[in-house]
């Protein structure tokens, strides 16, 4: 036999093998994918858009049909407040008397506005009626574009906190910032991440709006009770689980959609690759039990996971399912802060500096912990108020370094107004 015969039978069987070992490949990533999706279908949870789909909601019920309702004139308002917000200055001085004009004409201009934003977030339901159908075809029209109108909603209502607290009407300024949180409890029915930060912005919105009310001036029993109450309805991780399911759902879609998907030689390549995705992702729902700690070591061993050059797609998904959840869990730690600062002006006499135990407060021991480090908050006895704050990502006490909210401190936390805003309160 020639060396020519010899070359090209081991050649044949090199290709022979070849076949073999990729057809094992993609039978064996077929058979994984599918046992990881079985899973998810037996568990419940959306496979597609088409699982997304609620059940119809009744209009009087639905806080979606209040805020389309009101979506024009709110637009229309913040068009007129524009350079207000524009100067992001409002909440370290009160407005002047021009702005403060200019704030009460708009929302005299539009009175069905306020009335309406109170049936909305007095529904239980928020249905935004999203066809699903046409998701796949203008994902960015059907999902993303309402986000815009959630920030508007959020911006007209924190103005309007800073108009009443620059003249001194601590109630309603509180009411508003309740009402604030409690419409954006709505958005987090918002389906994916993207959906879900703007939820978490606009919270977070009417966390620091509050806070400046409640340090400005004295409010109602009823007020505090009320605000308690809301902040105890903010602090859970529900909104977040949502984002993340349904981010799963974009994310197969988007695996589904690639053109070379589906061709057989490279088939095992992307069958890996998602398969590695919706193990991440199965891995951080999993992980929401555990301290935040934890999640951090979780984290890592995540990231060891996703290593390597089949998990292109999985692993840039990544960074942005860790900074979601990151963002998380500082709203909820501000909400934690907001709660204990509350009940500390409500139950420490005025001008007594003993710091009492957090258990003495009259809240759940959870209200009270740093959802961060799982310890107490750490509360301090400053001059002007009352420092609440949490030790942060780093899981370090920086010593109540919290700056501003607004910004990224070390710390999370509230504390007495700023020095420009009281210099300019004189």
């Known amino acids: 036999m020639t060396i020519l015969k ?22 064996s990533t077929d058979q994984r994918l599918g046992a990881q999706l079985a899973a998810i279908r037996a568990a419940g949870e959306p496979l597609s858009w088409g699982d997304l789909a609620a059940k119809p909601v009744r209009p009087e019920k639905n806080a979606a049909v209040f805020l389309r309702r009101a979506e024009s004139d709110l637009e229309a308002i913040f068009k ?9 200055d409002y909440y370290d001085r009160p407005l002047s008397a021009e702005e403060q004009k200019a704030v009460k004409a708009a929302f005299d201009a539009y009175p069905k506005v306020m009335p309406l934003l109170e049936q909305a977030a007095a529904c239980q339901e928020f249905d935004r009626e999203i066809d699903y159908a046409t998701v796949a075809s203008d994902l960015e029209g059907t999902l993303f574009d309402p986000t815009g109108k959630h920030r508007t909603v959020a911006r007209v209502l924190t103005l309007r906190v800073y ?11 509180l009411r508003d910032s309740i009402l604030l ?14 959906g879900y930060l703007v939820a978490v912005a606009c919270k977070t919105m009417g966390l ?4 400046d009310v409640l340090q400005a001036g004295p409010v109602s029993k009823e007020l505090r009770k009320e605000l308690d109450a809301e902040l105890a309805r903010q602090d859970n991780l529900d909104g977040y689980r949502w984002a993340m399911r349904t981010e799963r759902v974009y994310g197969m879609q988007q695996y589904a959609a690639i053109p070379a998907r589906n061709i057989w030689p490279i088939r095992a390549q992307w069958n890996y690759d998602e398969s590695k995705y919706l193990w991440a992702m199965d891995e951080y729902l999993k992980s929401l039990s555990l301290s935040y700690a934890d999640v951090k070591a979780a984290r890592q061993r995540m990231e060891a996971g996703l290593q390597g ?20 869990v500082r709203t909820q730690a501000l909400a934690r802060c ?14 007594s500096d003993a710091v009492p135990k957090l258990s003495d407060l009259g809240l759940p021991a959870e209200a009270t912990t740093d959802p961060f480090s799982g310890k107490p908050l750490v509360v301090k006895k400053l001059p002007d108020g009352w420092l609440v704050y949490s030790v942060g990502e780093d899981l370090e006490d920086s010593g109540g370094d919290i700056d501003s909210p607004r910004t990224r401190p070390k710390d999370y936390g509230f504390g007495p107004p700023s020095a420009k805003r009281k210099a300019a309160a004189k």
């Open 6 to 27: 010899w070359v090209g039978i081991v050649g044949a069987a090199g290709v022979a093998i070849a076949l073999l070992v990729l057809a094992y490949l993609v039978a």
């Open 80 to 88: 007129e407040l524009s350079p207000i917000w524009d100067r992001r």
């Open 163 to 173: 108009y009443l607290l620059s003249k001194s009407q601590y109630d309603e300024a």
């Open 181 to 194: 949180m409690r419409v954006a409890r709505h958005f987090e029915r918002e389906p994916m991440i993207v």
């Open 208 to 211: 620091m709006a509050a806070n």
């Open 309 to 328: 050059r089949f998990c292109t797609l999985a692993s840039l998904v990544f960074p942005a399912i860790q900074a979601s959840y990151d963002a998380t």
């Open 338 to 351: 907001l709660r204990v600062s509350n009940a500390l002006q409500a139950r420490v006499p005025p001008g």
